[in-house]
Structures are given as structure tokens and as C-alpha cells.
């Protein structure tokens, strides 16, 4: 079975743009989370959907909005990219919203300048 | 507020040696307790994970330490390879819903 994929790989953004990022749960997985991994340090987490719904929300400003599709894939859109938004991008996937482990795809490498 | 507090940030092994790597909790609503190793340029991948109800659990040379009272959980890798090098990242969370991770351990394992 295909584990969580991300797109794209890699990004390079300026200052002030917009970035989408995409990711494709685990098949049966219908919840999807996103995190950003700053560096040197763990993941801190963005946002959580759950059968199209937003269930959580972490401390990132409105900036980071996010949304997941009928086949339960998801995007994370950035607007106003800032230099400190640099950081690896990991989408998660679960089977539920509640007692279930998550499985993290590859991540996807975002480069403001 | 760091919810989950990991250490050390790095650590040393030899070949055959035992890893171990702490962490402690703050809230005590933390209900699934997973731990997960990261290569560089990957995401991170889930090696194992605990419940509060068990105070042990172990697959293979992995095995997670659990003290309720104490709200601290381990992460214990018995007869250390080279190939376990990577960062490790514990984390804690509530219902599955958001997952907080500690400042994560880098692991070198030296033949």
C-alpha cells in the first residue's frame, strides 16, 4: 500500500508570495494533519481535518489556512510568505480523529528568500 | 509552554549498547504516547506507541517505559546498530487530535 505522499518535494518562494502544498492520505485514512518542522526541532502542529472539517487548530497565524477534499486529500495554503515560514511541511494521515496513530509522509521543503 | 520536554538532545551509543531517551508530560489528559524515527530528509516514521493503561511495551529491540505518576515515558532501544542513528522525536496527545512532539535526540550508534 502507498503511505502518505506530498507535493511538491521541494519549493522555493520570495518574501510575500503563496504557496499551496498538497498531500494524499494513506487509502482508508480519513483524517489528515499538518505540521511544520522548523530546523533542528519537532514537528509543531498546524492543523487537523477530519472528514472535510477542521477539528484543531495550532498556534499559526491566519496566514495558514488549510482544506480537505471528498477523497480526503488535503492543502495547506501560506500566504504573505515570510522568511521564517522555511521549514519542512509533514502531512500526517490516521484512520480516525480520535486513538489513532499517525503516519507522516515525506514532507515537503519550503524555501522562503 | 514545551507540553512534552525530551533529553538528551544528543547521545552516543556502541554497537550492542542500550539507548535510552527520557521524556515527561504536562497534562495529564495525554492519552497516546507514540514515539518516531527521523532520517534526515524524511518524514518522521512511528516505531512504536503506548496507552497509560500499560506501564511497558515492547516490539522487538524497542521498548517504551511508561511512568503514570511520574508523567514520564522512555523510549529504550536494546542492542544498539548503526543503522538506528537518526533523530528520535517522542510526542504525546489527547483523543488523537493534536500531537505535541519534543525537541527531538539524535542518536549516533558507533561500530
Known amino acids: 500500500d502507498a503511505g502518505v505522499t506530498q507535493s511538491p518535494t521541494h519549493l522555493i518562494k520570495t518574501r510575500g508570495q503563496q504557496v499551496t502544498l498538497r498531500c494524499s492520505p494513506i487509502s482508508g485514512h480519513k483524517s489528515v494533519s499538518w505540521y511544520q518542522q522548523v530546523l533542528g526541532q519537532g514537528p509543531q502542529f498546524i492543523f487537523q481535518y477530519y472528514e472535510k472539517e477542521e477539528r484543531g487548530r495550532g498556534n499559526f497565524p491566519d496566514r495558514f489556512s488549510a482544506r480537505q477534499f471528498p477523497n480526503y486529500s488535503s492543502e495547506l495554503n501560506v500566504n504573505a510568505l515570510l522568511l521564517g515560514d522555511s521549514a519542512l511541511y509533514l502531512c500526517?494521515?490516521?484512520?480516525?480523529?480520535?486513538?489513532?496513530?499517525?503516519?507522516f509522509g515525506p514532507g515537503t521543503r519550503l524555501l522562503v528568500l | 509552554q514545551q507540553q512534552v520536554k525530551q533529553s538528551p538532545q544528543s547521545l552516543i551509543v556502541q554497537k550492542g549498547g542500550i539507548s535510552i531517551i527520557n521524556c515527561a508530560y504536562e497534562?495529564?489528559?495525554?492519552?497516546?504516547f507514540p514515539w518516531y524515527q527521523q532520517f534526515p530528509g524524511k518524514g518522521p516514521a512511528l516505531l512504536i506507541a503506548i496507552r497509560p493503561d500499560v506501564s511497558e511495551k515492547k516490539e522487538g529491540r524497542f521498548t517504551i517505559s511508561f511512568n503514570k505518576s511520574a508523567k514520564q515515558f522512555s523510549l529504550h532501544i536494546m542492542d544498539s546498530q548503526p543503522g538506528d542513528s537518526a533523530t528520535y522525536f517522542c510526542a504525546a496527545s489527547r483523543d488523537g487530535n493534536q500531537f505535541y512532539f519534543g525537541t527531538g535526540t539524535s542518536l549516533t550508534v558507533i561500530p
Open positions: 497534562n495529564t489528559a495525554f492519552d497516546y
Open positions: 500526517a494521515s490516521s484512520l480516525a480523529d480520535s486513538n489513532s496513530a499517525q503516519y
